[in-house]
Nanobody, 121 residues
Framework: QVQLAESGGGSVQAGGSLRLSCAAS????????MGWFRQAPGKEREFVAA????????YLSDSVRGRFAISRGDARNTVWLQMNNLKPEDTAAYYC??????????????WGQGTQVTVSS
């Protein structure tokens, strides 16, 4: 069983930056495709970013492309989401996700508990 633990959420003003981290355990990290989703109040959970097992393929949603970046460090069993130029509409609970097979994380197998990001105008 894979456990995912997010950290790095918080409150920031519009235009600011945050970096989310997700530490994985329970399975060889390099065998996992990793990514991030978010869910704002009253909205469905949506895809944000994903990175393949080898760190070559990355995917970003249109709403964050150019502002967010995803990376991974296999030696640290960690994936990061660097979020720059944050906007109030980025406010959401951010969830780390993982899947052994699909690098675009269409239907992730594993989920973290989430970390809150709040962006004020």
């Amino acid at each position: 069983q894979v456990q995912l633990a997010e950290s790095g959420g918080g409150s920031v003003q519009a235009g600011g930056s945050l970096r989310l981290s997700c530490a994985a355990s329970g399975r060889t990290f390099s065998s996992l495709n990793m990514g991030w989703f978010r869910q704002a109040p009253g909205k469905e959970r949506e895809f944000v970013a994903a990175i393949g097992r080898h760190g070559i393929n990355t995917y970003l949603s249109d709403s964050v492309r150019g502002r967010f970046a995803i990376s991974r460090g296999d030696a640290r069993n960690t994936v990061w989401l660097q979020m720059n130029n944050l906007k109030p509409e980025d406010t959401a609970a951010y969830y780390c996700a993982a899947d052994p097979y699909n690098d675009s994380l269409t239907r992730p197998t594993y989920w973290g508990q989430g970390t809150q990001v709040t962006v004020s105008s």
